[in-house]
């Protein structure tokens, strides 16, 4: 075995681990953040209907990976991609809690279980953006 598929293997492996910290990490943020809005204004996150809470957790683990793949230099494509890859089992399992065919928990735990295997199939579809090297893109004022 050649030391660059090691390499890349081992970039692959990290990049995963890099991206699902980087949902779990924002769908803490984003879910506490949420709780204390509704809070705020008298209510609960559990208050709320069941697609909803699905929907949010969603775009609470979405937009975090969004807004990491764009600052680690992706195509705006393979972001897309990413993005559909986990929006369509979130939309899937809120259509299944909304049609009363899954409780609000199921669905969540469907939305969790499918969307992880989606994001990985995604990146194995395009192991070579994903298996090299990706920097921090740096953004500098213009003029300077």
């Known amino acids: 075995m050649r030391s660059g598929q090691v390499t ?14 980087v949902m779990f990490v924002g769908m803490g943020v984003l879910s506490g953040l949420a709780a204390l809005v509704l809070a705020a204004v008298g209510t609960s996150y559990a208050a709320q209907p069941g697609p909803a809470r699905v929907l949010w957790m969603g775009v609470a683990m979405t937009a975090p990976m969004v807004l990491w793949m764009a600052l680690r230099g992706h195509a705006v494509a393979r972001t897309g991609e990413m993005a559909a890859a986990m929006m369509l089992p979130t939309l899937v399992a809120a259509g299944m809690v909304w049609a009363g065919a899954a409780e609000v928990m199921t669905g969540l735990l469907i939305q969790h279980v499918v969307m992880v295997p989606a994001m990985v199939i995604v990146m194995l579809w395009r192991y070579r953006e994903y298996s ?8 500098t004022a213009v003029g300077a």
Do not use: Y
């Open 8 to 21: 890349g293997r081992r970039i692959f492996a990290l990049h995963v681990v890099e991206m699902l910290a």
């Open 132 to 139: 090299g090297h990706h920097r921090i893109v740096r953004r």
